[in-house]
């Protein structure tokens, strides 16, 4: 469907170039002119971006200075950028404090598990909704969306009794069924594939491809950015959520991260110096995750794939 | 006798066709029925109830969203929400798409840059509160001296006055998910082939116009996503507003999700926030259809 | 097509939700034939009187076992609402609040326990009457916490103000008196918490006044006092403390307020941090202010209390661990560690300020010995409804959004016409 967007942009912005010769004569100059100009343009870019990006880090650092203070001096007015002492010892105790290596065992289990399973199933069912036409299929895509409409907050509660009734509450599979087969990822890939050409699916047809292989050897190279960014978001969604486990998982062995951290929550006082040192060990995982997958967002492939 | 012929062949065919499109979808839907669909469709026929989690649900017909219009509290969480959506979504869409776009060249350490901008949503929701907080405190924060600086005679309360906290939470919000849409942003620009920039760039297209003319046009099925899933997070807003105010001060930051988890999980009154939620998904659905229906029109 | 089939979904779904009944959640016996008792609780690592008494109850029942469920302290109540909802069978459920023992007796999932009541000295047992829901009970406290004036020995010994018998006004200007510094050493005179109970519950205690009643004028001078106490600098500013999630605790442990008003609930902590070494404050408590010098104490406090699920797989040996808890065994035991039990006597006292570290001067044992201790909040099925727009009026106040009589005015309108 949004092939005819493409190709219907790539007829006006290409349309017949005005000529050989002079049309190339008066593209050299301009060339280089450009070339003295974009040095300046890339210098101005990694100045404006750097100075937005730190900008953007300050929380982040409140963060990272917040690990290594005394609990006591976390929240102060005003604000103490540099700590009165230097407290590294919070990043060993945290170890023996509370089981954080079994937690974040748990969490990367979780993670992984739901992630690779969203990303397959989602993969798989949006090939349905976006390239094969079949009755009643746009009614089941709403209903797909329409539970996105809905706060979990609303339905958490039905939610926890049928899985009461299936014997799974306090189990890790309870959170993986829960999480795995989401709406998010059948939208996100659906909306992919659409901008993927039709005529690359009918030669393949044409080839004697399944509708099987056609997902498995053209659809699922060619969407590599969305796969690895549904992956990415995923990921980062699983390792932070806090309600889900804390509802499902009562076990101490159970418990993920973010239920660990929670655990310097008081009723009447809170250890806000421990829980800032195991969200800067929380978030190193992540950051891994991220700088493995953010080259995937960049691999033109569906670009080749036009061709 | 051919033309049967003909008819049950392409009924065979449209039988299998069905088959294979559901054979697709089953292994997610399967998990997503029993564990999402149906307690979704429960609560919303629960709005219709007076259950209150441990008792028998009792068939109260509309009495749930005659409670609601009567409720100041309901009307408060309402106009905050939409207040906050008409601020968050374009906010965050311009924000995510421009640094996508900045954040899909070739440079050196781009990949550092672009974990920089996807940092804000996994910093911790507390040092985001109390940073935030800082910064917008309305006599020492730095936002507010900038203000005076620039003659700014009397600069927003921000989270300490009820008009302006709703803007600060925005502002807050904004700066948190603008990386986790531009990650969504840098996987559509993968989509629009290079040929068509150095198709504009032969035209004489300067980079302003090969963003209007190239990538605007070729994110849409992006954007589209973008916009449906910033809708419908928008008015699903919850944590991050109950950790930077907790609804407050007064209700001028109230919003549903927090009406509605306050008077379930709290009050134990599910009936009646069953009729919230049922409100919500049908604003939500409202806009969401809308919006099928313009990125259909585009399609054509 | 499609219709039908939501239909019967729909239909499925309900009938899931009303037959929801007891799911089996494991043995109700261990191995050796031991009776299981499972209680709820919060941070159990952290919380150290729930071993003390569960420890103590077994070595006195060495044929029960009592299992901890251990659920964190932040959204406690949320979680129990969520497991009781999915028919979960844990004996005993620790009560955090009276507000959530409202709400979970008056639904019926709590076993009534008002025959054991009866023979019990109910004179011993503070904070019993807040259990009582329409002549039952269903829930026994074991703890009862209770406001004190807690200060910083040296910051106020140096003023020599005697803080025995203080009324507001005396404290509202000894606060002034010992407000010094600016900037990063500023010294405030007091600290007045966030919540709306540091002014709202300490006037409703002492001036009679009704919290659920709609009229909210005996809040004005109270009021009057914290908004000046602010204004001067001699307390810090509301928006400040909550915007930056200021803890009471470090404005007392680094020397930042002189005398913060709290629940007797702290003192454990501070004896804790103290021989941990990560503050070397010398404090002590003295009695609340009071409106008169009359001589009279009133405080306010919130009792803790243990339940029996009605869903109770051991309910006979769950309901002995609450009588037990609740009684002078577990009081002794929860006194021994410096938390205040509801059940008192002379022992029970003995015990607590027996505990290492813990200021045994005159005046804080004359704050431990308030003459009434009325309750936060009372019991109805409206107190959780009022109490939210009371904090949301408290905060309009302080932060100045509104004046004192306006916000007055406003709750008790609100109370008025939005609480049936």
Same mark, same amino acid.
């Given at each position: 469907m949004s092939t005819t967007v493409l190709r219907k942009d790539s007829a006006t912005d290409g ?108 993969s798989?069912?949006a090939y349905g909704f976006a390239k094969v036409r ?54 996100l890939m659906r909306q992919y594939y659409q901008s993927i050409p039709e005529e690359l699916s009918e030669a393949a047809r044409l080839d004697g491809l399944s509708e099987y292989g056609i997902w498995a050897r053209i659809m699922l190279p060619l969407s590599k950015p969305a796969l ?71 691999q033109g492939i569906a670009t080749s794939g036009m061709k | ?18 088959? /294979?499109g @559901?054979?697709f979808? =089953?292994?997610?839907?399967? *998990?997503?029925?029993?564990?999402? &669909?149906?307690? !979704? ?88 509160? /109390?940073? @935030?907080?800082?910064? =917008?405190?309305?006599?020492? *924060?730095?936002?507010?001296?900038? &203000?005076?600086? !620039? ?36 996987a559509g620009l993968q989509t629009i082939p290079a040929e068509l920039y150095e198709a504009a ?12 003319h190239v990538t605007v046009p070729g994110l849409r099925p992006t954007t589209f996503f ?69 990125q259909r029109?585009h399609e054509r | ?420």
């Amino acid at each position: 469907m949004s092939t005819t967007v493409l190709r219907k942009d790539s007829a006006t912005d290409g349309a017949p170039p005005s000529g050989g010769a002079p049309s190339r004569a008066r593209t050299e100059p301009r060339r280089g002119r450009s070339r003295a100009g974009r040095v300046v343009g890339q210098v101005l870019l990694y100045t404006v971006l750097t100075a937005l990006s730190a900008a953007i880090l300050v929380p982040f650092a409140w963060m990272l200075v917040s690990s290594v203070k005394l609990d006591a001096e976390v929240f102060t007015v005003p604000i103490q950028w540099i700590p009165k002492s230097f407290h590294w010892e919070n990043f060993a105790d945290i170890w023996t404090e509370i089981p954080m290596l079994t937690y974040l065992g748990n969490s990367l289990f979780l993670s992984v598990v739901i992630t690779f399973l969203q990303v397959l199933t989602g993969s798989f069912a949006a090939y349905g909704f976006a390239k094969v036409r079949f009755p009643g299929r746009d009614a089941l895509f709403l209903a797909y969306i329409a539970t996105i409409a809905v706060p979990w907050q609303a339905y958490m509660v039905p939610q926890y009794i049928i899985m009461q009734r299936i014997g799974l509450v306090d189990t890790h599979l309870s959170l993986i069924l829960l999480q795995a087969f989401g709406a998010f990822g059948v939208f996100l890939m659906r909306q992919y594939y659409q901008s993927i050409p039709e005529e690359l699916s009918e030669a393949a047809r044409l080839d004697g491809l399944s509708e099987y292989g056609i997902w498995a050897r053209i659809m699922l190279p060619l969407s590599k950015p969305a796969l690895a960014s549904l992956a990415l978001l995923t990921f980062v969604f699983t390792w932070n959520d806090y309600m889900g486990p804390f509802i499902y998982l009562t076990s101490n062995d159970l418990w993920t991260v973010q239920l660990g951290l929670r655990s310097f929550v008081g009723v009447y006082d809170s250890r806000y110096a421990m829980i800032m040192t195991g969200s800067v060990l929380s978030v190193l995982p992540i950051l891994v995750v991220f700088l493995l997958g953010q080259r995937h967002f960049v691999q033109g492939i569906a670009t080749s794939g036009m061709k | 006798m051919t033309s049967t012929a003909n008819a049950t062949a392409l009924r065979r065919r449209r039988r299998r066709t069905t088959l /294979v499109g @559901w054979s697709f979808i =089953l292994p997610n839907f399967l *998990g997503f029925a029993a564990l999402t &669909l149906v307690p !979704v469709v429960a609560t919303l026929l629960l709005a219709f109830t007076n259950w209150n989690s441990y008792s028998t649900p009792e068939w109260v017909g509309l009495d749930n969203f005659r409670r609601m219009l009567d409720s100041d509290n309901f009307w408060a969480a309402l106009s905050n929400t939409t207040y906050y959506a008409v601020g968050h979504i374009p906010l965050t869409l311009a924000a995510s798409l421009g640094l996508a776009v900045l954040l899909n060249q070739k440079l050196r350490g781009v990949g550092v840059l672009r974990t920089a901008f996807f940092f804000p949503y996994i910093t911790s929701l507390v040092a985001v509160a /109390v940073v @935030w907080n800082m910064l =917008l405190s309305p006599d020492v *924060g730095p936002v507010n001296q900038l &203000l005076k600086a !620039v003659g700014v005679a009397h600069p927003p309360g921000w989270t300490t006055s009820t008009d302006w906290s709703m803007p600060a939470v925005i502002i807050a919000s904004v700066w948190r998910d603008m990386g986790y849409y531009m990650v969504l942003y840098l996987a559509g620009l993968q989509t629009i082939p290079a040929e068509l920039y150095e198709a504009a760039r032969v035209d004489g297209a300067g980079p302003w116009k090969r963003f209007w003319h190239v990538t605007v046009p070729g994110l849409r099925p992006t954007t589209f996503f973008v916009l449906v899933m910033l809708t419908v997070a928008s008015f699903k807003v919850f944590d991050l507003i109950q950790v930077m105010t907790e609804g407050g001060p007064g209700r001028s930051t109230l919003v549903l999700s927090q009406l509605i988890f306050r008077e379930g999980i709290t009050q134990g009154r599910f009936g009646y926030s069953s009729a919230i939620s049922l409100v919500l998904f049908l604003l939500v659905m409202g806009i969401t259809v809308i919006q099928f229906q313009l990125q259909r029109r585009h399609e054509r | 097509m499609r219709y039908p089939f939501r239909a019967v979904t729909a239909l499925a779904a309900l009938s899931l939700l009303t037959t929801a009944c007891g799911a089996d959640d494991g043995p109700a016996e261990t191995a050796d034939g031991k009776t299981i008792v499972k209680i709820a609780l919060w941070n159990y690592a952290s919380t150290p009187e729930f071993k003390a008494l569960i420890d103590g109850f077994e070595a006195e029942n060495p044929d029960i076992d009592v299992q901890p469920v251990d659920i964190l302290a932040d959204d406690y109540s949320d979680k129990v609402t969520t497991m009781l909802a999915g028919g979960d069978s844990t004996d005993v459920l620790t009560m955090k609040n009276v507000t959530d023992y409202a709400r979970f007796a008056t639904r019926g999932q709590l076993q009534s326990v008002g025959s054991d009541v009866g023979k019990l000295d109910k004179a011993k047992y503070s904070g019993l009457d807040a259990f009582d829901v329409d002549g039952d009970y269903f829930a026994l406290p074991y703890r009862q916490d209770f406001w004190v004036l807690f200060y910083n020995k040296a910051l106020v010994e140096k003023s020599g103000a005697d803080l025995s018998n203080l009324t507001w006004s005396q404290y509202a200007n000894l606060a002034g008196k010992l407000t010094k510094g600016s900037g990063d050493s500023k010294v405030h005179g007091t600290y007045l918490h966030t919540w709306r109970s540091v002014v709202q519950a300490i006037s409703a205690a002492q001036t009679g006044g009704d919290l659920l009643g709609g009229d909210y004028s005996f809040f004005k001078d109270q009021y009057t006092m914290a908004v000046d106490l602010q204004k001067s600098g001699a307390a810090m500013q509301f928006s400040t403390a909550k915007s930056q999630q200021i803890e009471y605790n470090s404005m007392l442990t680094t020397g930042k307020a002189a005398m913060v008003p709290m629940g007797t609930w702290w003192a454990a902590r501070l004896l804790q941090e103290k021989a941990q070494g990560t503050h070397d404050v010398d404090w002590g408590m003295a009695p609340m202010p009071q409106i008169t010098d009359d001589g009279k104490t009133v405080s306010f406090g919130s009792p803790t209390a243990f339940a029996v699920n009605k869903k109770a797989k051991n309910a006979e040996a769950a309901k002995k661990f609450v009588l037990w808890a609740s009684g002078p065994e577990g009081a002794a035991a929860i006194a021994k560690i410096g938390v205040v039990p509801a059940y008192s006597d002379d022992t029970v006292m003995e015990n607590f300020f027996g505990v290492e570290g813990m200021p045994t001067d005159a005046l804080s044992k004359e704050a431990m010995s308030p003459d009434t201790v009325k309750l936060e909040m009372p019991v109805s099925d409206k107190s959780s409804d009022i109490d939210q727009i009371l904090s949301e009026e408290h905060e309009l106040i302080m932060s100045g959004e509104k004046s004192v009589g306006e916000g007055i005015k406003d709750m008790g309108a609100r109370v008025k016409s939005e609480v049936e």
